[in-house]
């Protein structure tokens, strides 16, 4: 069986499964039962000064029957006194010694309150910190959160504070409210931070009530926008990962956020260049239970692929990520459609000939009415619409030998300028 | 109408299973339900707008296109139909429950009183229109909405045809009925009750006042068996009427017989057992695989507990006193594989004892109405071209009346798409007359 330990920036877990920092983790009495369940660590709800909440605070966004594709928030950080939270997670830690719990941490951009705040938590046993410099609501208005986030200098500085009287390792988490995500994980590195987490919720309005002309979730007929997370934000999340992942002026581990729901989630954050993911929507959704699943298909997968350690996954697929102009001009494929298994829906046909390249025909089949979807193989694009919308995956992609050696646009334009030259 | 035992055939979705449902609906293109709909039915469209939250608009694609669409959703055979025709009918799914969104969609309409159509501007034609049926109805619901003044004239002292007095309370309520009729009455149209053409309103009058006719008069009583002590025979139809209309059938008895092996026996032989007859059976002189009854009703009666009595032919009703005491039948022998022919055999005679014999051996035709409108027929099957036009001008049928045997089915949704190629034709025929 393959070793699930987990190593990030010294941080050591028994799995790469942590709870990110957020509702889940608000008490000791929940953190316990999330470790009790498996979890290999744990980001504590942010400690800061106590805020006051509202209500209501979530909002799911379904699609058709499906429930929670993604959420949403205006929570904010620990509404619970600083010494009830360290005196639970000093009772967690002792009860699980093998887990990391990750002490969130909120302050004002100023030396003093963030040294004192460190020190404190700190004279708890915890395996690291976590500057949460994401928060997109409520906290950012008052100069935090995402507020600091947005700006990579304050990231710098705000770091560096901390790393000056940190004993355990420091990650920063990044808010995805940023037009590139990369500055801001630069401004980490520059400020010494051992690992940056991403991504934070995207801001978000989740809806209007159609009869009361509300906004979604509300509070009092008032909202603000809040955060968005869950499985619709992953391919958000993975992009901003994969960028971090492959620039060379952050070069620090990364834990990966954003819509992981399952082992396969993580095993993609982890290809991309994350060392370990963090959950939160997914536990929302249907509790602490789900790192049973997670841990044994992130396992299983991983003797699937002879693979003795989940470490050997991280970054696997980095490099495949690339700058659009070094995409193969000559690559092609095509679509063929499996007759034997095709159920006449003729959703592929209706979205490529509507929507895409009108490359498949419907051709009478027999005298009894009946038509076969058939490609146009000639002038198929491949761009993969009609496998997307069919029901039944009997579409397949296959590849066409173009004849042609491969050749990006940023070759041909080269190729063309020394032609010309 | 009265309560009736038992419980409605069709159970209702929950809201769950109708977000469900309506969400699993693949909206296929060019979709083979719709193709396979006889009133082609937009149902992918009307399904989306399930699943979107328009039920009012739901409501509005289905009868659009089929003004019998709440009840259709009730009695349509839809395994031969669009649930037949759905791409789910896989080895690993099961096609989407197509008439329960159907019901769901036009409860949810005929529930919060929600009003679709309205009448087009008065075009200052009038058009009568013989029987308040499925089909008459569908063809005054359009004839109304082209804006012409549309007169029915209905044998009975209620609207809805067979939907009202025919079919099953458990599989049609009247209420359903009653309402798609009411629907057509609140655009306008005037209905004349008890008003049979032949009898007491005259043909003539019909072609001098108005500028089209539709005959949907349907079809008439079933016909005679032809064997000793007829008298004593109930009509099916006759007894379905009035179980629905009253709730009971006094003189039912413990022990009842029904000849015949279509819908309408089904209807017989469950109607008498929901109304507390022990033992119900049906009798056929052909064999199991010759019932013109759909597969889901033959199943539906062995469920309720029905017997069956293949290849043997009523020969005398046995009376005592007045009162029905047996039904002497004879053995017949014929191939069970659909052919025509059948044998009696001499000397196979024997007797069932019973308290009611129900006879539903088909219906006779309406010749009366047929004649005195002098429009060609083939033995009372009214001729009509593609048109829904008879051979003579102005006047269009529609309906069971033109039903011929071996052709179409006879089902309502037939029915309500006749009348509505027969409402398009008349505002044709009206607009360039």
Known sequence: MADLASNLAGIKSPNPFWLASAPPTNS????????????????????????????SRFAGFNYREHRMVGMNNIELITDRPLEDNLREIAEVKKQFPDRAIIASLMEVCEQKPWHELVKRVQEVDIDGFELNFGCPHGMSERGMGAAVGQHPDLIERVAAYVKEVARVPVIVKLTPNVTDVRFSARGAARGGADAISLINTINSVMGVDLDTWNPIPHVDGK???????????????????????????????????????????????????????????????????????????????????????????????????????????NYKIVAEIDQSRCIHCNKCYIACEDAAHQCIDRVRHGNNG?????????????????????????????RVDSGVPAQSWKERSAAAVSTSG | MADFPGKPIQKELSPLEVSIE??????????????????????????????????????RTILEANAMGASCARVCPVEHLCEGACVYNTESDTPIRIGDLQRYATDSAREGNVKIFTAGTPTGKRVAIVGGGPAGLAAARDLLRYGH???????????????????VPFRLSTDVALWEAQQVVELGCEVRTNARVGENVAPATLVAEYDAVVLACGMGDVPKLGIPGEEHVWDALEFIERAKTTGAAPGLGNRVAVIGAGNTAIDA??????????????????????????????????????????????????????????LELVRTR??????????????????????????????????????????????????????????????????????????????????????????????EYLGSG
């Open chain 2, 149 to 167: 003044a549309v007169t029915i004239f209905e044998s009975h002292d209620r609207l809805g045809g067979l939907n009202t007095y025919g079919i």
């Open chain 2, 269 to 326: 032989l469950t109607c008498s057992k929901r109304l507390g007859a022990e033992r119900v059976t049906m009798y056929y002189r052909r064999g199991e695989k010759q019932m013109s009854a759909y597969q889901f009703e033959y199943d539906f009666a062995k469920e309720e507990g029905i017997e069956f009595r293949f290849f043997c032919a009523p020969k005398r009703v046995l009376a005592d006193a007045g009162a029905v005491v047996g």
């Open chain 1, 223 to 329: 909202s603000s926008h809040g955060g968005y997370c869950g499985p619709a934000v992953k391919p958000i999340a993975l992009n901003m990962v994969s960028d971090c992942a492959r620039d060379p002026e952050v070069n620090i581990p990364i834990s990966g956020i954003g819509g992981v729901e399952t082992w396969r989630d993580a095993v993609e954050f982890l290809l991309l260049g994350a060392t370990n993911v963090q959950v939160c929507t997914a536990v929302m959704h249907s509790g602490f239970r789900i790192v049973r699943e997670m841990i044994d298909g992130l396992s299983d997968y991983l003797d699937s692929k002879g693979l003795r350690s989940v470490n050997e996954l991280v970054g696997k697929s980095r490099n495949t990520i690339t700058t659009w102009e070094n995409l193969n001009l």
């Open chain 1, 28 to 55: 000791g009495y929940q953190v316990a039962r999330a470790f009790e369940q498996g979890w290999g660590g744990a980001v504590w709800k942010t400690l800061g000064t106590p805020i006051v909440n509202v209500t």
């Open chain 2, 22 to 59: 309506a969400n699993r609906c693949l909206y296929c293109y060019d979709a083979p339900c719709t193709n396979a709909c006889p009133t082609h039915i937009d149902v992918p469209r009307f399904i989306a707008q399930i699943a979107d939250g328009n039920l009012k608009g739901s409501a």
């Open chain 2, 334 to 427: 014929g191939s069970n594989n659909g052919s025509p022919r059948l044998e009696i055999i001499e000397g196979s005679e024997f007797v069932e004892p019973c308290d009611t014999i129900i006879s539903a051996i088909g219906q006779s035709r309406l010749l009366n109405s047929i004649d005195a409108l002098g429009v060609e027929h083939d033995g009372g099957v009214v001729r009509v071209d593609d048109a829904m036009r008879t051979s003579r001008a102005g006047v269009f049928a529609a309906g069971d009346c033109i039903f011929a045997k071996g052709e179409r089915e006879a089902m309502v949704v037939e029915a309500a798409q006749q009348g509505k190629l027969a409402a398009a034709s008349v505002n």
């Open chain 1, 370 to 398: 009946a038509y076969d979807l058939v490609v146009d193989a000639e002038h198929c694009v491949g761009c993969n619409l009609c496998v997307m919308v069919c029901p039944v995956d009997c579409i397949d992609m296959v």
